[in-house]
Structures are given as C-alpha cells and as structure tokens.
C-alpha cells in the first residue's frame, strides 16, 4: 500500500510545487482579459465558472483512456507507475497547460491555428488534415465501445445504439457548450472521480484490515512482466499504450474549448494542469486495481490471455467489490464517459474546420454546415473493424502529443523564455514515437522492423528534431537581431 499512497502523494506534490512553478513560468496574468470576455457569442465563447471547466475538461480528457489504459499499461507491471508519475508531472500536465493558455493568449484559437503560427503554415495545412482524422476516429471509437456494451445489457440491437449515440452527438455538437456539455458534464466528471475513489477506498481500507492485500513494488519487478516481451517491448510499446494518465496528444484538441470559457489566466493550472493530475491519479488507481485483483501483473496477463478484456475486468471489479452498486458504477465508467469524450471530440474537429475557414459559428445553420460532413466520415468508419482504427489511435495520439510539444517548445522561445522544459520532453516523445513506428508489428500500426535499427533511427530522429529545432530557433533570433 506505501507503493500506491507514495504515487497518488507525488502526483498531488507535482500539481502543488511542479504545477506552481509552470504557472509562474508561463506568466498566467488575472489582469488579462481572457477570449471568454472578450469575444463572448453565447455558444462557444462563454464564461464558465472554474469547478465546471475543471470537471469538463476532466471528463472530456479522460474518458476511458485512464481505466482502459492503465489496465493494459499494467501488464507490463510496476514500471507503469513510474511512467504514468513522471510522465504526467513534468510531460503530460505541462503538455495540457501549454496547450490551453496558448489557446488562451490567440484568441481561443484551435489546436492547428496555434501550430500553424509557432511552426508555420505547412504544419499548419497538414495537422488540420491530421487533427480532423484523430478526432473523428476518436468519436468513432468511442460510439462503438458503449453501443457494443448497451447491446450486451439491454438485448436492444448494436446498430440501434449506433444511431441513437450519433444523434445525441450531433446535439451536443450543434448546441452552446453551456446547454448540455456545461450542465450535465461536470455531474458525469464528477461520478468517474467518485469512481476510483471508491476503488481506492476499497483497496486502502481492506488493506488495513487486512481482508485485502496491495503488493509493494520491488526492484525485482522493474521489468517487462507482459507476458509475451519480445513482442510487446518495454520501450516504446508501453509508453504508447499508457498515453492518458501520462501524456496524451488528444489533450491538446480538447483544451481550447476550455481556453473559450476561462475568465481568468489563474484558473488555467486548476483547469488544464489539475484536470491531468486527476487523470494521473485516477490511472494509478486503475492500475494498481487491475495488478491486485488478479493478485499481480503475471494474474493479470493470464487474465487477458484467457479472454479477459479492459471493460470485463471493470465490470468484474466494481461488481466483486461492491455489488450491485458496481453494476451502476460500471455502467457510468465504460458507457457514459466514453460517449462524452467523444461528442467533444466532434465538437473539436467542427472548431477546427471553422476556424480554418473562418466561418463564424453563432448561427445554427453554420455550426450544421460544417457539422454534417464530419458526421457522415465518422458513420462511414464506425463501419470498419474496430480494432482496425483502434490500433493506429495510439500511435496517431502520441505523434499530436509531439507536435503540441515542440509548438510550446517554439513559443516559450519566441517569449526569449528557455524552452527546455517543453524541447526536451518533446525529443524524448519524438524518440519514442519513431521508435514505436519502426518498432511496433504490423498489426500494431508499426513497421516491424530489427530491433537495433529502430531504436538507432528512433534515438537519431530525436537528436535530429532538437538540432533542427535549435537551428529554426537560433536563426529567428539572429534575424530579428
């Protein structure tokens, strides 16, 4: 139990001490007058109070990424913990709240329209492209999930739920953010916190009663404990699966909206750096449950060996623990968060078609315009083989991290602010993405290819995104001198 308690204590520390200084260095100013005052539209431009957008922003990031991926990310055992402390306090939170006060500085701008200024127009035409096809998968991927679970429990036929989500996210999409998203989001952000609370309650108490037994981390366990290693490699294939809760690129599209809604620069390390915190801690929660029911990570991997998928292994969880509760509780976690994380992500991709157009979006009929296009791509895919999409999400959601690190990278540079803590991290995530890319079998999106050449190509081409970096860098600053 000491295990846990340090990593939840150091994920609270991080947002205390680590978020405190990032806010300082960033310059976050209350004098400010934010995007939401001054270009409010009564849809997506609205004051919003700060416990709403914190528990917005956490619900439209979280989804099932930091159950489903914490749970998978532990079959690789303890080490898991260490990516997802380190990863969230120093990568994944700075990574959030760049990318919502950059937001915030350019007008609420979207996430390509910020990469397009700080990185130039080529980036800026190609992650428009790049952005729209994440998003929507995202929204794909998680209109499938809940429909396939829906039918299992109501009996009522897969593509019956299909059509109905698609409708509830055309709504949502189509309506001001504070109709629906504002009013019922922060209740369901609410209910998926109260969720890994009440896990990890359950494990602390029975713990200390001793009806219940939490493993403490030992050295001998910091290594690959998936049961089949060769394949699924320590590195990079880890840090690819256990993207929300540590870093997750798709944070990046999200944290805009919220960047329209803030009153007051100061409310950004709550909103953007706390809502990833929570994410870290919700994901330790996650894994550390998965390991201890399964009694360790080698009971997990015989699990999943024997069937088991990450939805099961809730449903059984929650329901051993607590019943007939569990059963609600599940119901929340694996039907309910994925629906709201995917509607917001088809609300992105229409902020972002309209703001690369320019099309202003208070009048219905243009937020329909613009809308419907997206909905017919995300029906032609939810037609494909979920796993299909599945397997590309990840890698496609860790390269968007890279690009929004390497656009904060370029904006502390262009505020003569040392760029170092976002370049660095942003090497090591292009290190590991290229690796992963080469690394990675096919099945798994990736090239399949000798071990030693993908990690001396993927080393190389982060080496070479920071030289070119500091030469772009260097060069702009001689020439305005």
């Not at 209350?30 to 997506?44: E, F, H, M, Q, Y």
């Not at 919220?258 to 950004?268: D, F, I, S, V």
């Not at 201890?292 to 939805?311: E, H, R, T, V």
Request: include cysteine; proline fraction near 4%; glycine fraction near 8%.
């Amino acid at each position: 139990m000491i295990s846990f308690l340090i990593a939840i204590a150091a994920l609270i520390a991080g947002f205390s001490i680590y978020g405190r200084f990032i806010e300082r260095f960033f310059g976050a100013d209350s004098t400010i007058k934010t995007p939401a005052v001054r270009l409010n539209d009564g849809v997506d431009y609205i004051p919003m109070k700060p416990w709403r957008m914190y528990t917005i922003q956490f619900l439209n990031i979280a989804g099932l990424g930091p159950i489903f991926g914490a749970i998978l990310g532990a079959k690789y055992g303890p080490l898991a913990y260490v990516w997802i402390v380190l990863g969230n306090i120093f990568m994944g939170a700075v990574h959030d709240y760049f990318s919502g006060m950059i937001s915030i500085r350019n007008n609420g701008a979207s996430l390509p329209e910020l990469v397009g200024r700080y990185l130039g127009n080529g980036f800026r035409q190609s992650l428009r492209i790049f952005t729209l096809l994440l998003l929507v998968m995202v929204g794909v991927a998680f209109v499938n999930g809940p429909a396939d679970l829906l039918n299992s429990y109501t009996g009522i036929n897969f593509k019956v739920w299909l059509y109905i989500i698609f409708v509830y996210y055309l709504i949502a999409t189509l309506l001001p953010i504070n109709q629906i998203i504002g009013k019922i989001y922060p209740v369901f952000g609410a209910a998926l916190i109260i969720m890994a609370l009440l896990i990890a309650g359950y494990m602390i108490v029975n713990t200390s009663n001793g009806s219940f037994h939490l493993n403490e981390i030992q050295i001998s366990d910091l290594k690959n404990l998936h049961h089949n290693p060769k394949v699924n490699l320590l590195y990079p294939m880890m840090f690819i699966v256990i993207s929300c809760g540590a870093i997750s690129g798709f944070h990046s599209t999200q944290s805009p909206m919220m960047a329209r809604c803030m009153k007051n620069e100061k409310q950004g390390r709550y909103v953007f750096y706390g809502a990833m915190i929570t994410e870290g801690i919700v994901a330790i929660i996650w894994a550390t449950a998965a390991m201890n029911y399964y009694n360790n990570a080698d009971g997990l991997n015989n699990a999943i060996l024997s069937g088991q998928n990450p939805a099961a292994i809730v449903k059984d969880i929650c329901q051993t623990w607590f019943g007939k509760i569990g059963a609600a509780i599940t119901i929340i976690g694996v039907i309910a968060a994925p629906i709201t994380t995917g509607d917001t992500a088809f609300r992105s991709a229409r902020l972002i078609i309209a703001d690369a157009l320019k099309i202003k979006q208070s009048s219905l009929g243009r937020r329909v315009w613009v809308s419907i296009p997206l909905f017919a791509v995300g029906y032609v895919l939810s037609q494909i083989d979920f796993s299909t999409i599945w397997k590309f999400l990840g890698l496609f959601n860790q390269f968007l991290s890279v690009i929004m690190l390497w656009t904060g990278a370029k904006y502390l540079a262009s505020k003569t602010k040392p760029h170092w803590l976002m370049s660095i991290p942003a090497t090591i995530m292009t290190t590991i993405c290229f690796t992963y890319l080469l690394i990675a079998p096919n099945n798994n999106g990736g090239l399949d290819l000798n071990h030693m050449l993908a990690y001396s190509v993927g080393a190389a081409a982060g080496v070479v995104s920071m030289a070119i970096f500091l030469w772009v860098v260097n060069d702009s600053f001689d020439t305005e001198i």
